[in-house]
T-cell receptor, first 114, second 114 residues
């Protein structure tokens, strides 16, 4: 069964450093998402991406965050200058069309900011 | 209005028992209500989902009951097994934003005792 993959599984970085989290969505999907889950808390929407542009972003997704689809398969989340509070699990998700019900989630990247 | 309230926060059930998790929402624009199961260190995996034009959906041991007038929905796990021990998130899709972002509840940690 097709699946969403994410790399790395765990990223440790120093505060103020830039990190790039990578995702490979399911190949024929058109809508891509990033969600965040702080340890022990709920999953929160960060941003959605369609047709090479952001379609919606949350209040969490400030100027320090950016997303990109650099080629036909990868979807990345960049945090320019990490803060301690960015420590969380970051999940990538994808869905076929805006009318498709199911969002498929990747296994996540655990980001630890020291 | 964008919130999905979930209870209980944690639940302990004996093997063979029924696990019941409840969720409530306010936004009538929500058009799809999935339940995700999450094991430690893994991404959320779709368990079962329902649309608001249906009052109940059953898949194996898992049943969603949906009360549109009360804006409430619940997950029932029949004959609960130790392998069901996980965190369960209800969610609601905000189609009004045209991006299909999911709004998650706060999660229920289910422990099924053998």
């Amino acid at each position: 069964e097709p699946e969403v993959t994410q790399t790395p599984s765990h990223q440790v970085t120093q505060m103020g450093q830039e990190v790039i989290l990578r995702c490979v969505p399911i190949s024929n999907h058109l809508y891509f998402y990033w969600y965040r889950q702080i340890l022990g808390q709920k999953v929160e929407f960060l941003v959605s991406f369609y047709n090479n542009e952001i379609s919606e972003k949350s209040e969490i997704f400030d100027d320090q965050f950016s997303v990109e689809r650099p080629d036909g398969s990868n979807f990345t989340l960049k945090i320019r200058s990490t803060k301690l509070e960015d420590s969380a699990m970051y999940f990538c998700a994808s869905t076929g069309t805006v009318y498709t019900d199911t969002q498929y989630f990747g296994p996540g990247t655990r980001l630890t900011v020291l | 209005q964008q919130q999905v309230k979930q209870s209980p926060q944690s639940l302990i059930v004996q093997k063979g028992g029924i696990s019941i998790i409840n969720c409530a929402y306010e936004n009538t624009a929500f058009d799809y209500f999935p339940w995700y199961q999450q094991f430690p260190g893994k991404g959320p995996a779709l368990l079962i989902a329902i649309r608001p034009d249906v009052s109940e959906k059953k898949e194996g041991r898992f049943t969603i009951s949906f009360n549109k007038s009360a804006k409430q929905f619940s997950l029932h796990i029949m004959d609960s097994q130790p392998g069901d021990s996980a965190t369960y998130f209800c969610a609601a899709r905000d189609y009004g934003g045209a991006t299909n972002k999911l709004i998650f509840g706060t999660g229920t940690l289910l422990a099924v005792q053998p």
